[in-house]
C-alpha cells in the first residue's frame, strides 16, 4: 500500500469526475515537517502552534519564537503553512500557567478567548510570525472563533501589530491571510459581514461535532454514539459550505475526519475543496479520491437523506465497494 500512495505522491487529488481538492496536512512540531515532502501535501493546512509551548517547561521568549516560526516556514519550503494562534486551555494546559479550575473546560476559557482577553501572549505570538516571515506571505487563523465580533477584535489584534511593525521599520508580510476556525455551530449563523470579513474558514470539526452533538470528543463511550456522516451534521456543514460559496470565502475542513477516506470523499461531495488531515492519511485519501465520480457521491447522499437515513454511511460505503 506505501508503495502505492508513493506512486500517486505527485499527483493531483482529482476525481474521476475532475475536481481537484487541495490536501493538506496537519502539523505541530519542527519533527511533523519532513512529512510535507513525502506525504504529497500542498501544504499545511494546520499547524498547532500550542504544541510548541506544551513541550516547554517556560513561556517561550519573542526571540524564541521568532527562530521557531522560520524554521517551520524555511522546512516548508515556500508551502503554505496556517499558524492556529494558541489554543490552550480546554484538554491543552500549559505547565507553566496557572489552572483555573472550571466545571468545563471545554466550553470554558480557552483559545482566543483567553487571547482576546489577556492579549499579551497573542500580540507576541503574532509578532513572532510577522518577524518570522520576514516579508515573505503569511497565513494566521484564529481557534474557537464563535462571534463576528471576536474575529474582528482578534483581527484588530493583528492590524495593531502590523502596524507597530511597521513603524519599527521591520517588513510586513507580502501577502497576509486571517482566517477564523469554525468549531461551535453558531459560527455557521454569523451575520454575512463575517464571510467578507474573514479571508478563509477552516472547519475545526473535533470541536465542531463535540458540540453539534453535545458529547465530549475525550469520552468514547458518547462521542461514538454519533456518526460523522449523520444527515444532521452534514446538512449543517452544506449550509456553511453554501454561505461560503456566495462569499467566495475558501473554506477548509481540517479536522480529524478529513483524513477518513470515507469521510473526506463525503466532505467533498459537498463542496469542501480543500482538507487537511494527519500526513499519513494522504496517500489513502487521494488515492480514492482519484477513483470516485463526486457528483455521484453527492447522489447517493442525497437519496440516503430523502429516504430519511440517519446516516449516510452505509449508503455511501456501498457504493464505493461497488465502484471496487
Ligand atoms: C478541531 O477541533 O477539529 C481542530 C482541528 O483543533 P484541535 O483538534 O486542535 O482542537
Ligand atoms: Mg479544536
Known amino acids: 500500500a506505501q508503495e502505492r500512495y508513493a506512486s500517486i505522491r505527485d499527483l493531483p487529488a482529482r476525481s474521476k469526475c475532475g475536481t481537484e481538492i487541495q490536501l493538506h496536512m496537519n502539523a505541530g512540531l519542527m519533527a511533523d515537517l519532513p512529512s510535507l515532502e513525502s506525504c504529497g501535501a500542498l501544504g499545511v493546512g494546520l499547524f498547532r502552534t500550542e504544541l510548541q509551548f506544551l513541550v516547554r517547561n517556560k513561556m517561550p521568549r519573542r526571540a524564541e519564537l521568532v527562530a521557531l516560526y522560520r524554521r517551520v516556514m524555511d522546512a516548508a519550503k515556500g508551502k503554505r503553512v496556517a499558524f492556529r494562534t494558541l489554543d490552550i486551555g480546554s484538554d491543552k494546559v500549559l505547565p507553566y500557567m496557572k489552572p483555573n479550575d472550571e466545571p468545563n473546560p471545554a466550553m470554558g476559557w480557552r483559545a482566543i478567548r483567553v487571547g482576546l482577553d489577556k492579549p499579551g501572549v497573542l500580540r507576541m505570538q503574532l509578532q513572532a510570525l510577522i518577524r518570522a516571515a520576514n516579508g515573505e506571505p503569511l497565513t494566521v487563523m484564529f481557534p474557537f472563533i464563535t462571534l463576528r465580533s471576536e474575529f474582528r477584535d482578534a483581527k484588530a489584534e ?84 453554501g454561505r461560503c460559496e456566495k462569499s467566495n470565502t475558501p473554506i477548509s475542513f481540517c479536522g480529524e475526519d478529513a483524513g477518513r477516506p470515507i469521510e473526506a470523499i463525503c466532505f467533498a461531495a459537498l463542496g469542501f475543496r480543500s482538507l487537511s488531515m494527519r500526513p499519513a492519511s494522504v496517500g489513502p485519501v487521494k488515492h480514492l479520491l482519484r477513483q470516485v465520480d463526486l457528483s455521484e457521491v453527492k447522489s447517493v447522499i442525497n437519496k440516503a437523506r430523502e429516504s430519511g437515513e440517519q446516516s449516510v454511511r452505509t449508503a455511501v460505503s456501498d457504493y464505493l465497494l461497488d465502484q471496487a
Open 158 to 241: 493583528m492590524d495593531k501589530v502590523l502596524a507597530r511593525e511597521q513603524k519599527l521599520g521591520n517588513p510586513l508580510p507580502s501577502k497576509i491571510e486571517v482566517g477564523a476556525m469554525l468549531e461551535t455551530p453558531s459560527l455557521g449563523f454569523a451575520p454575512e459581514s463575517f464571510y467578507q470579513e474573514v479571508d478563509f474558514i477552516s472547519v475545526g470539526g473535533n470541536d465542531l461535532k463535540q458540540f453539534f452533538y453535545a458529547a465530549d470528543r475525550e469520552n468514547e463511550r458518547v462521542r461514538k454514539r454519533y456518526d460523522t456522516l449523520n444527515v444532521s451534521f452534514l446538512s449543517y456543514l452544506e449550509m456553511v459550505v
